[in-house]
């Protein structure tokens, strides 16, 4: 079978469950990147199969069950949802999240950033676009064979995350004025949350879908700033839940108008 860059495959060794994009290919190794998830690896030529476009992870199912708009009464009332800064190390994925953000009719910010640079800058971002809400995702792992889940040294990316919430509540420490969703596949969710984030990933040490963060940052985006969100009812909506995605009640980051 012959493999090129750009084709989509699936490994022979974990059931073919998660559709990848090959971005990579040197001495019968390939780099893989989920199409849908967030996830990057290594795999042998003879473990891969071509994907023939099957709908393996309902993906169709998760999508068209996305909101698409807010549910609100645009007869008297108007409304500012919440600004949003996201940073992303994955261009592709960054894109999706604007796109996203776009159909809803949000504002967001989007930054193109390795994840190890994040808390270089994230304070100079901060002050420049002042969001009400800020995403910090990319790629993470948890490596069970390098330590146990409360170690960051076992993970790919999660101190370098942990290093930007704390750089970012430094700029600003109240929860309610910042909301941050911080992780990404298998990162360290108690540290995360720890070091000051409203949501992380991930609980479960498990995979998130491409689009979760920017599903949790615009329903923080169009909730009320007077109430409580309603957490279960947010991560409900994400691909896996509350086994990808926690986070705390806090309130949300739109003002509502009166008269239109």
């Known amino acids: 079978m012959e493999l090129n860059i750009g084709d989509k495959v699936t490994r022979n060794s974990h059931g073919n469950d998660i559709v990848f994009i090959i971005v990579e290919i040197e001495d019968g190794v390939c780099k893989l990147k989920g199409v849908n998830v967030r996830l990057l690896v290594d795999a042998e030529v003879n473990d891969l199969k071509k994907h023939n476009d099957e709908d393996i992870e309902n993906e169709k199912d998760f999508l068209d069950r996305l909101d698409t ?44 950033e390795r994840e190890d640079q994040i808390s270089n800058h994230i304070s100079q971002w901060l002050e420049e676009y002042k969001p009400n809400i800020v995403v910090i995702t990319g790629h993470d792992a948890y490596y069970k064979r390098s330590g146990g889940k409360e170690d960051l040294n076992a993970y790919r990316s999660s101190a370098v995350f942990v290093e930007a919430v704390r750089k970012a509540r430094e700029y600003e420490s109240s929860h309610e004025k910042l909301v941050i969703f911080a992780g990404a596949c298998g990162s360290c969710y108690e540290e995360l949350i720890k070091a000051g984030a409203n949501f992380a990933s991930s ?25 409580d969100i309603d957490i ?29």
């Open 69 to 112: 708009s807010a549910d609100l009464d645009r007869n008297d009332y108007f409304y500012l949802p919440g600004k949003i800064l996201h940073i992303d190390s994955d261009n592709d994925y960054l894109n999706r999240c604007l796109d996203y953000y776009k159909k809803i009719n949000i504002w967001a910010k989007g930054i193109n």
């Open 203 to 227: 609980p479960k040490r498990i995979n998130i879908h491409a689009l979760d963060p920017a599903i949790v940052a615009s329903k923080m985006s169009t909730a009320d700033i007077n109430k």
């Open 232 to 260: 279960k009812n947010i991560l409900e909506k994400t691909k896996y839940g509350k086994d990808g995605i926690g986070g705390i009640i806090t309130r949300g980051t739109m003002y509502v108008g009166y008269p239109r």
